[in-house]
Protein backbone atom coordinates (compact mmCIF):
# COMPACT_ATOMS: atom_id res chain seq x y z
CA UNK A 1 0.00 0.00 0.00
CA UNK A 2 1.43 3.17 -0.79
CA UNK A 3 1.87 5.98 1.95
CA UNK A 4 0.24 9.31 1.06
CA UNK A 5 2.38 12.34 0.36
CA UNK A 6 2.88 14.33 3.68
CA UNK A 7 1.47 17.89 4.41
CA UNK A 8 4.45 20.12 6.12
CA UNK A 9 4.14 23.34 7.92
CA UNK A 10 6.13 25.94 5.87
CA UNK A 11 6.76 29.27 7.26
CA UNK A 12 7.11 31.92 4.47
CA UNK A 13 8.98 35.16 6.09
CA UNK A 14 8.01 38.64 4.19
CA UNK A 15 4.83 38.90 1.64
CA UNK A 16 6.25 40.86 -1.21
CA UNK A 17 7.05 39.05 -4.45
CA UNK A 18 8.75 36.11 -3.57
CA UNK A 19 6.44 35.38 -0.61
CA UNK A 20 3.33 35.33 -2.69
CA UNK A 21 4.32 33.43 -5.33
CA UNK A 22 5.78 31.24 -3.25
CA UNK A 23 2.17 30.82 -1.36
CA UNK A 24 0.43 30.09 -4.65
CA UNK A 25 2.96 27.61 -5.91
CA UNK A 26 2.87 25.74 -2.74
CA UNK A 27 -0.93 25.89 -2.95
CA UNK A 28 -1.23 24.41 -6.31
CA UNK A 29 1.69 21.39 -4.75
CA UNK A 30 -0.95 20.50 -2.78
CA UNK A 31 0.45 22.10 0.88
CA UNK A 32 -1.87 23.85 2.71
CA UNK A 33 -0.17 24.66 6.08
CA UNK A 34 1.17 27.56 5.33
CA UNK A 35 2.25 30.95 7.44
CA UNK A 36 3.18 34.35 5.95
CA UNK A 37 4.52 36.63 8.25
CA UNK A 38 5.05 39.98 7.12
CA UNK A 39 6.18 42.97 9.17
CA UNK A 40 4.52 45.34 7.78
CA UNK A 41 0.78 46.47 6.91
CA UNK A 42 0.02 45.18 3.85
CA UNK A 43 2.11 43.37 0.43
CA UNK A 44 3.85 44.47 -1.68
CA UNK A 45 7.82 44.37 -0.36
CA UNK A 46 10.14 46.97 -1.97
CA UNK A 47 6.67 48.60 -3.94
CA UNK A 48 5.42 49.29 -1.05
CA UNK A 49 8.47 50.55 0.89
CA UNK A 50 9.88 52.59 -1.86
CA UNK A 51 7.27 55.32 -2.66
CA UNK A 52 9.78 58.32 -3.87
CA UNK A 53 8.71 59.97 -6.71
CA UNK A 54 9.47 58.50 -9.95
CA UNK A 55 9.46 54.98 -8.68
CA UNK A 56 9.42 52.67 -11.76
CA UNK A 57 11.10 49.68 -12.11
CA UNK A 58 13.55 49.18 -14.90
CA UNK A 59 12.63 46.07 -16.46
CA UNK A 60 10.13 46.17 -18.97
CA UNK A 61 6.84 46.02 -17.28
CA UNK A 62 5.23 43.28 -19.06
CA UNK A 63 8.09 41.16 -18.49
CA UNK A 64 8.19 42.16 -14.65
CA UNK A 65 4.94 40.19 -13.86
CA UNK A 66 4.49 36.42 -12.41
CA UNK A 67 4.60 34.52 -15.85
CA UNK A 68 1.16 32.39 -15.02
CA UNK A 69 -0.52 36.29 -14.09
CA UNK A 70 0.09 38.12 -17.35
CA UNK A 71 -0.81 41.81 -17.04
CA UNK A 72 -2.77 43.43 -20.35
CA UNK A 73 -3.15 46.80 -18.45
CA UNK A 74 -0.06 48.23 -17.60
CA UNK A 75 -0.08 51.65 -18.67
CA UNK A 76 3.49 52.40 -19.50
CA UNK A 77 6.42 50.30 -20.74
CA UNK A 78 8.45 51.14 -17.64
CA UNK A 79 6.12 50.67 -14.72
CA UNK A 80 5.68 53.49 -12.09
CA UNK A 81 6.04 51.90 -8.11
CA UNK A 82 2.29 52.50 -7.74
CA UNK A 83 1.03 50.40 -10.45
CA UNK A 84 3.47 47.32 -9.57
CA UNK A 85 2.11 47.52 -6.11
CA UNK A 86 -1.55 46.92 -7.20
CA UNK A 87 -0.58 44.53 -9.92
CA UNK A 88 0.54 42.47 -6.51
CA UNK A 89 -2.49 43.56 -4.38
CA UNK A 90 -4.73 41.90 -7.74
CA UNK A 91 -2.65 38.83 -7.84
CA UNK A 92 -2.86 38.62 -4.08
CA UNK A 93 -6.56 39.07 -4.24
CA UNK A 94 -6.94 37.20 -7.18
CA UNK A 95 -5.69 33.94 -5.30
CA UNK A 96 -6.84 34.86 -1.96
CA UNK A 97 -2.94 34.95 -0.82
CA UNK A 98 -4.04 37.11 2.54
CA UNK A 99 -5.53 34.14 4.37
CA UNK A 100 -2.09 33.09 5.02
CA UNK A 101 -0.42 36.88 5.90
CA UNK A 102 0.02 37.26 9.37
CA UNK A 103 0.23 41.14 9.06
CA UNK A 104 2.36 43.28 11.10
CA UNK A 105 3.88 40.18 12.80
CA UNK A 106 8.09 40.30 11.78
CA UNK A 107 10.33 37.37 13.06
CA UNK A 108 12.66 37.69 15.90
CA UNK A 109 13.71 34.27 15.77
CA UNK A 110 13.87 31.18 14.33
CA UNK A 111 15.62 28.34 15.73
CA UNK A 112 16.00 24.41 14.82
CA UNK A 113 15.80 21.73 17.48
CA UNK A 114 14.84 18.09 16.64
CA UNK A 115 13.86 18.22 12.93
CA UNK A 116 11.53 21.41 13.39
CA UNK A 117 12.08 25.04 13.28
CA UNK A 118 10.33 27.46 15.84
CA UNK A 119 9.45 30.76 14.81
CA UNK A 120 8.85 33.44 17.35
CA UNK A 121 7.37 37.13 16.52
CA UNK A 122 7.11 40.33 17.91
CA UNK A 123 4.42 39.82 18.76
CA UNK A 124 4.66 36.75 20.85
CA UNK A 125 3.52 34.18 18.77
CA UNK A 126 5.00 31.34 18.58
CA UNK A 127 4.85 29.36 15.13
CA UNK A 128 6.00 25.47 14.43
CA UNK A 129 7.21 24.46 11.18
CA UNK A 130 8.85 21.86 9.25
CA UNK A 131 10.27 24.69 6.24
CA UNK A 132 11.14 28.30 6.57
CA UNK A 133 11.07 29.41 3.06
CA UNK A 134 12.83 33.53 3.54
CA UNK A 135 11.60 35.80 1.22
CA UNK A 136 12.84 38.98 2.61
CA UNK A 137 14.05 40.07 -0.96
CA UNK A 138 17.71 41.29 -1.75
CA UNK A 139 17.10 45.56 -0.71
CA UNK A 140 15.12 46.19 2.16
CA UNK A 141 17.30 48.20 4.76
CA UNK A 142 18.26 51.33 4.11
CA UNK A 143 21.73 52.42 4.35
CA UNK A 144 22.63 56.02 5.65
CA UNK A 145 25.66 58.09 4.95
CA UNK A 146 28.74 58.06 7.48
CA UNK A 147 29.14 61.93 7.16
CA UNK A 148 30.17 64.20 10.35
CA UNK A 149 26.68 65.78 11.18
CA UNK A 150 24.26 63.99 9.55
CA UNK A 151 21.76 64.04 12.90
CA UNK A 152 22.64 67.60 13.42
CA UNK A 153 20.88 68.77 10.13
CA UNK A 154 17.00 70.24 11.48
CA UNK A 155 15.39 70.60 8.08
CA UNK A 156 13.08 67.95 6.86
CA UNK A 157 15.14 64.48 6.23
CA UNK A 158 14.76 61.17 5.00
CA UNK A 159 16.20 58.79 2.97
CA UNK A 160 14.23 57.67 -0.27
CA UNK A 161 13.41 54.50 0.85
CA UNK A 162 11.18 56.30 3.51
CA UNK A 163 10.01 59.10 1.75
CA UNK A 164 8.36 61.66 3.87
CA UNK A 165 5.07 63.10 1.72
CA UNK A 166 3.94 65.38 4.76
CA UNK A 167 7.34 67.22 3.39
CA UNK A 168 5.89 69.94 0.81
CA UNK A 169 8.28 70.84 -1.80
CA UNK A 170 7.62 74.15 -3.49
CA UNK A 171 9.62 76.42 -5.67
CA UNK A 172 11.13 77.94 -2.86
CA UNK A 173 12.29 74.81 -1.51
CA UNK A 174 16.04 74.08 -0.92
CA UNK A 175 16.28 70.58 -1.72
CA UNK A 176 19.45 68.32 -1.31
CA UNK A 177 20.38 64.78 -2.31
CA UNK A 178 22.76 62.70 -1.51
CA UNK A 179 23.51 59.78 -4.08
CA UNK A 180 23.44 59.72 -8.07
CA UNK A 181 22.37 55.69 -7.96
CA UNK A 182 19.30 54.49 -9.72
CA UNK A 183 16.73 55.82 -7.32
CA UNK A 184 18.13 59.32 -7.27
CA UNK A 185 18.39 59.20 -11.05
CA UNK A 186 14.43 58.49 -11.38
CA UNK A 187 13.75 60.69 -8.09
CA UNK A 188 15.99 64.19 -9.19
CA UNK A 189 13.96 64.95 -12.10
CA UNK A 190 11.09 64.99 -9.89
CA UNK A 191 11.97 67.17 -7.33
CA UNK A 192 13.84 69.27 -10.26
CA UNK A 193 10.27 69.48 -12.14
CA UNK A 194 8.73 71.45 -8.84
CA UNK A 195 10.96 74.12 -9.28
CA UNK A 196 12.78 73.73 -6.52
CA UNK A 197 16.72 74.49 -5.90
CA UNK A 198 18.07 70.93 -5.93
CA UNK A 199 21.58 70.47 -5.41
CA UNK A 200 22.45 66.76 -6.27
CA UNK A 201 26.24 65.59 -4.18
CA UNK A 202 27.61 63.30 -6.66
CA UNK A 203 30.38 61.11 -5.36
CA UNK A 204 30.76 58.93 -8.26
CA UNK A 205 29.07 59.79 -11.84
CA UNK A 206 27.40 56.60 -12.93
CA UNK A 207 26.78 55.02 -16.49
CA UNK A 208 23.26 55.54 -18.17
CA UNK A 209 21.57 54.24 -20.81
CA UNK A 210 18.48 55.57 -22.76
CA UNK A 211 15.47 53.43 -23.66
CA UNK A 212 11.99 55.05 -24.46
CA UNK A 213 9.82 54.69 -22.21
CA UNK A 214 6.53 55.17 -24.02
CA UNK A 215 2.89 54.57 -22.53
CA UNK A 216 0.65 52.23 -23.93
CA UNK A 217 -3.02 53.72 -25.59
CA UNK A 218 -6.38 52.34 -24.36
CA UNK A 219 -6.57 50.68 -27.73
CA UNK A 220 -3.21 48.85 -27.51
CA UNK A 221 -4.03 47.54 -23.76
CA UNK A 222 -7.68 46.50 -24.95
CA UNK A 223 -6.19 44.61 -28.10
CA UNK A 224 -3.88 43.02 -25.10
CA UNK A 225 -7.10 42.07 -22.74
CA UNK A 226 -8.52 40.69 -26.17
CA UNK A 227 -5.65 38.79 -27.74
CA UNK A 228 -3.43 37.47 -25.22
CA UNK A 229 -0.88 36.63 -27.57
CA UNK A 230 0.23 40.13 -27.69
CA UNK A 231 0.52 41.06 -23.97
CA UNK A 232 3.00 37.37 -24.52
CA UNK A 233 5.18 38.76 -27.40
CA UNK A 234 5.85 42.32 -25.51
CA UNK A 235 6.99 39.43 -22.53
CA UNK A 236 8.89 37.62 -24.84
CA UNK A 237 10.40 40.37 -26.71
CA UNK A 238 11.71 42.13 -23.28
CA UNK A 239 13.06 38.81 -22.26
CA UNK A 240 14.72 38.60 -25.33
CA UNK A 241 16.66 41.52 -25.34
CA UNK A 242 17.71 41.49 -21.32
CA UNK A 243 18.80 38.12 -21.94
CA UNK A 244 20.74 38.35 -24.93
CA UNK A 245 21.83 41.86 -24.78
CA UNK A 246 21.80 43.33 -21.05
CA UNK A 247 23.04 39.84 -19.26
CA UNK A 248 25.32 39.32 -21.93
CA UNK A 249 26.93 42.69 -21.70
CA UNK A 250 27.68 42.48 -18.26
CA UNK A 251 29.04 39.07 -17.81
CA UNK A 252 31.65 39.89 -20.56
CA UNK A 253 30.34 38.61 -24.50
CA UNK A 254 32.41 40.73 -26.28
CA UNK A 255 30.15 42.15 -29.07
CA UNK A 256 27.37 42.84 -26.37
CA UNK A 257 29.86 44.30 -23.89
CA UNK A 258 31.19 46.70 -26.16
CA UNK A 259 27.73 47.41 -27.69
CA UNK A 260 26.31 48.39 -24.74
CA UNK A 261 29.92 50.34 -23.83
CA UNK A 262 29.05 52.59 -26.62
CA UNK A 263 25.69 52.91 -26.30
CA UNK A 264 26.01 54.59 -22.67
CA UNK A 265 28.88 56.64 -24.15
CA UNK A 266 26.94 57.67 -26.81
CA UNK A 267 23.76 58.68 -24.58
CA UNK A 268 25.96 60.75 -22.64
CA UNK A 269 27.97 62.66 -25.27
CA UNK A 270 24.32 62.90 -27.15
CA UNK A 271 22.86 63.86 -23.73
CA UNK A 272 24.59 66.74 -22.25
CA UNK A 273 25.34 69.78 -24.06
CA UNK A 274 27.89 71.91 -21.61
CA UNK A 275 31.11 69.97 -22.02
CA UNK A 276 32.09 70.60 -18.22
CA UNK A 277 29.11 69.23 -16.91
CA UNK A 278 29.40 66.29 -19.50
CA UNK A 279 33.15 65.72 -17.89
CA UNK A 280 31.40 65.94 -14.36
CA UNK A 281 29.04 63.33 -15.03
CA UNK A 282 31.60 60.60 -16.58
CA UNK A 283 32.22 57.86 -14.48
CA UNK A 284 35.94 56.58 -14.64
CA UNK A 285 35.23 53.05 -14.81
CA UNK A 286 33.72 50.73 -17.51
CA UNK A 287 30.11 50.16 -18.39
CA UNK A 288 28.22 48.18 -16.14
CA UNK A 289 30.88 47.62 -13.53
CA UNK A 290 28.25 49.30 -11.71
CA UNK A 291 24.82 48.25 -11.81
CA UNK A 292 23.83 50.24 -15.59
CA UNK A 293 21.31 52.40 -15.09
CA UNK A 294 18.21 52.71 -17.56
CA UNK A 295 16.97 56.02 -17.52
CA UNK A 296 15.48 58.93 -19.99
CA UNK A 297 14.70 61.88 -17.90
CA UNK A 298 18.20 62.43 -15.31
CA UNK A 299 19.96 63.91 -18.01
CA UNK A 300 17.35 66.35 -18.93
CA UNK A 301 16.80 67.09 -15.63
CA UNK A 302 20.01 67.68 -14.31
CA UNK A 303 20.24 70.76 -17.64
CA UNK A 304 17.24 72.48 -16.27
CA UNK A 305 18.82 75.78 -14.19
CA UNK A 306 17.18 75.13 -11.37
CA UNK A 307 19.80 71.80 -11.23
CA UNK A 308 23.03 72.25 -9.00
CA UNK A 309 25.52 69.14 -9.74
CA UNK A 310 28.30 69.51 -6.91
CA UNK A 311 30.99 67.21 -7.48
CA UNK A 312 33.51 68.44 -4.34
CA UNK A 313 33.13 65.93 -1.41
CA UNK A 314 31.19 66.60 1.06
CA UNK A 315 32.89 67.69 4.84
CA UNK A 316 30.21 67.67 6.85
CA UNK A 317 26.56 68.64 7.44
CA UNK A 318 25.56 71.39 9.68
CA UNK A 319 22.26 72.60 11.19
CA UNK A 320 21.50 74.58 8.04
CA UNK A 321 22.79 72.35 5.18
CA UNK A 322 25.83 70.58 4.06
CA UNK A 323 29.48 72.02 4.07
CA UNK A 324 31.64 70.53 0.99
CA UNK A 325 35.28 69.90 0.79
CA UNK A 326 35.58 73.52 -0.90
CA UNK A 327 34.51 75.14 2.06
CA UNK A 328 31.21 76.47 0.38
CA UNK A 329 28.57 76.09 2.75
CA UNK A 330 24.78 74.97 0.74
CA UNK A 331 21.73 76.10 2.47
CA UNK A 332 18.63 73.86 2.69
CA UNK A 333 15.71 73.30 3.70
CA UNK A 334 15.37 68.99 2.81
CA UNK A 335 17.77 66.89 2.60
CA UNK A 336 16.97 63.49 0.64
CA UNK A 337 19.47 60.50 1.30
CA UNK A 338 19.43 58.44 -1.96
CA UNK A 339 22.07 56.01 -0.49
CA UNK A 340 21.31 52.75 -1.06
CA UNK A 341 20.37 49.87 1.21
CA UNK A 342 23.08 47.06 3.08
CA UNK A 343 22.92 44.47 0.42
CA UNK A 344 24.09 42.09 2.84
CA UNK A 345 21.66 41.39 5.75
CA UNK A 346 19.41 39.43 3.71
CA UNK A 347 17.18 37.66 6.98
CA UNK A 348 18.89 39.70 9.64
CA UNK A 349 18.51 41.18 11.89
CA UNK A 350 16.24 38.49 13.34
CA UNK A 351 18.29 35.66 15.09
CA UNK A 352 18.25 32.80 12.88
CA UNK A 353 20.13 30.02 14.72
CA UNK A 354 20.51 26.15 13.12
CA UNK A 355 21.72 23.08 14.59
CA UNK A 356 24.05 22.98 17.26
CA UNK A 357 23.08 26.54 17.76
CA UNK A 358 25.03 28.07 15.16
CA UNK A 359 23.75 31.58 14.43
CA UNK A 360 23.93 32.73 11.37
CA UNK A 361 26.44 35.91 12.45
CA UNK A 362 28.45 33.14 13.35
CA UNK A 363 28.11 31.43 10.28
CA UNK A 364 28.70 34.04 7.87
CA UNK A 365 31.53 36.03 9.89
CA UNK A 366 33.80 35.22 7.40
CA UNK A 367 31.71 35.48 3.86
CA UNK A 368 27.91 35.32 2.98
CA UNK A 369 27.59 32.56 0.64
CA UNK A 370 25.06 29.59 0.00
CA UNK A 371 24.76 26.63 -2.33
CA UNK A 372 22.90 27.54 -4.71
CA UNK A 373 22.22 31.56 -3.15
CA UNK A 374 19.51 29.13 -1.57
CA UNK A 375 20.53 26.35 1.11
CA UNK A 376 22.94 26.77 3.74
CA UNK A 377 24.74 24.10 6.12
CA UNK A 378 23.63 23.74 9.42
CA UNK A 379 20.18 25.06 8.50
CA UNK A 380 18.49 22.34 7.14
CA UNK A 381 14.87 22.53 5.89
CA UNK A 382 15.51 25.92 4.86
CA UNK A 383 15.31 27.95 2.17
CA UNK A 384 16.72 31.83 1.43
CA UNK A 385 15.41 33.08 -1.85
CA UNK A 386 17.05 35.06 -3.78
CA UNK A 387 20.11 35.11 -1.57
CA UNK A 388 24.16 35.50 -2.51
CA UNK A 389 25.04 35.74 -5.85
CA UNK A 390 21.37 35.32 -6.92
CA UNK A 391 21.04 38.95 -9.00
CA UNK A 392 21.98 38.27 -13.30
CA UNK A 393 22.13 40.95 -14.94
CA UNK A 394 19.65 43.44 -15.17
CA UNK A 395 17.12 40.57 -15.39
CA UNK A 396 13.58 40.52 -13.91
CA UNK A 397 13.70 39.49 -10.15
CA UNK A 398 10.68 37.36 -10.86
CA UNK A 399 11.81 35.19 -13.38
CA UNK A 400 14.47 34.32 -10.66
CA UNK A 401 12.12 33.57 -7.91
CA UNK A 402 10.16 31.06 -10.45
CA UNK A 403 12.57 29.47 -10.75
CA UNK A 404 13.97 29.07 -7.26
CA UNK A 405 10.34 28.57 -6.23
CA UNK A 406 10.19 25.50 -8.92
CA UNK A 407 13.24 24.36 -7.27
CA UNK A 408 11.48 24.63 -3.68
CA UNK A 409 8.80 22.53 -4.45
CA UNK A 410 11.08 19.63 -5.93
CA UNK A 411 12.69 19.10 -3.18
CA UNK A 412 9.93 19.45 -0.55
CA UNK A 413 8.61 16.64 -2.77
CA UNK A 414 11.45 14.76 -1.63
CA UNK A 415 10.50 15.37 2.05
CA UNK A 416 6.68 14.70 1.08
CA UNK A 417 7.51 11.29 -0.26
CA UNK A 418 9.66 10.46 2.68
CA UNK A 419 13.29 10.40 0.87
CA UNK A 420 14.36 12.02 3.90
CA UNK A 421 13.03 14.48 6.82
CA UNK A 422 15.71 16.61 6.84
CA UNK A 423 18.39 18.30 4.18
CA UNK A 424 21.32 20.94 4.04
CA UNK A 425 23.32 21.22 1.56
CA UNK A 426 26.85 19.99 2.15
CA UNK A 427 29.65 22.78 2.89
CA UNK A 428 32.15 21.40 0.33
CA UNK A 429 29.35 21.99 -2.02
CA UNK A 430 28.73 25.82 -1.17
CA UNK A 431 32.94 25.96 -1.21
CA UNK A 432 33.03 24.51 -4.90
CA UNK A 433 29.82 26.62 -5.59
CA UNK A 434 31.22 29.87 -4.12
CA UNK A 435 34.62 29.08 -6.76
CA UNK A 436 32.76 28.13 -9.37
CA UNK A 437 30.90 31.18 -9.38
CA UNK A 438 34.62 33.58 -8.37
CA UNK A 439 36.23 32.14 -11.60
CA UNK A 440 33.51 33.36 -13.35
CA UNK A 441 33.44 36.70 -12.01
CA UNK A 442 36.97 37.24 -13.92
CA UNK A 443 35.80 37.63 -17.35
CA UNK A 444 32.19 40.35 -16.22
CA UNK A 445 32.16 44.11 -15.80
CA UNK A 446 31.54 43.87 -12.03
CA UNK A 447 35.30 43.74 -11.55
CA UNK A 448 36.34 45.90 -13.30
CA UNK A 449 37.48 48.93 -10.74
CA UNK A 450 34.71 50.06 -9.13
CA UNK A 451 33.50 50.49 -5.72
CA UNK A 452 29.60 49.05 -6.08
CA UNK A 453 26.86 47.89 -3.58
CA UNK A 454 27.64 44.24 -5.53
CA UNK A 455 30.80 43.97 -3.93
CA UNK A 456 30.90 41.78 -0.32
CA UNK A 457 33.91 42.09 2.58
CA UNK A 458 36.26 40.62 0.31
CA UNK A 459 35.41 42.55 -2.91
CA UNK A 460 34.14 39.53 -4.69
CA UNK A 461 30.61 40.68 -6.48
CA UNK A 462 27.51 38.64 -5.21
CA UNK A 463 26.04 38.12 -8.52
CA UNK A 464 25.53 35.52 -11.00
CA UNK A 465 28.52 35.50 -13.55
CA UNK A 466 26.79 33.13 -16.24
CA UNK A 467 24.20 33.30 -18.75
CA UNK A 468 20.59 33.41 -17.54
CA UNK A 469 20.20 29.84 -19.69
CA UNK A 470 22.81 28.41 -17.48
CA UNK A 471 21.37 29.34 -14.57
CA UNK A 472 18.22 28.44 -15.40
CA UNK A 473 19.04 24.94 -16.88
CA UNK A 474 21.70 24.31 -13.57
CA UNK A 475 18.85 25.13 -11.48
CA UNK A 476 16.04 22.49 -13.36
CA UNK A 477 16.47 19.83 -10.53
CA UNK A 478 18.12 19.39 -7.26
CA UNK A 479 22.07 17.85 -7.50
CA UNK A 480 21.51 15.16 -4.49
CA UNK A 481 25.45 14.76 -4.57
CA UNK A 482 25.79 18.03 -2.77
CA UNK A 483 22.72 17.43 -0.32
CA UNK A 484 23.25 15.98 3.16
CA UNK A 485 19.85 13.78 3.84
CA UNK A 486 19.09 12.13 6.84
CA UNK A 487 16.16 10.13 7.84
CA UNK A 488 14.65 9.72 11.58
Not at 49 to 58: F, L, M, Q, S, W
Not at 114 to 140: E, M, P
Not at 163 to 184: C, M, P
Amino acid sequence: MTQTKRNPSVVIIGAGMTGILMTIKLRQAGITDIVVLEKKESVGGTWRENTYPGAACDVPAHMYTYSFEPNPNWSRFFARGPEIKQYFEHVVNKYDVARDIRFNEAVTDAHYTDGKWTVKTNKGQTYIADFIVCATGILHHPQFPNIAGLGDFKGAKFHTAQWDHSVEITANTRVGVIGTGSTAAQAIPELIKTGAQVSVFQRTPQWLMHLPDFTFSKTSRKLMTRFPIITKFHRNTGKFFLEHFFTKAVTGQFIQKHLLSFLCKANLRLSIKDKALREKLRPHYQVGCKRVIINSTFYKGIQKPNAHLITEGIERITETGIITKDGNHHELDVLVLSTGFNAFNFMRPMNLVGRNNVHIDKAWAHKIKAYRSMLLSDYPNFFLMLGPNTPIGNFSVIAMSEVQTDYVIKLIDKWRDREFDEFEAKQQAIDDFTAYVKEGLKGTSWVGGCQSWYLDADGDPILWPYTWQRWVDEMKDPQMEHINTTTF
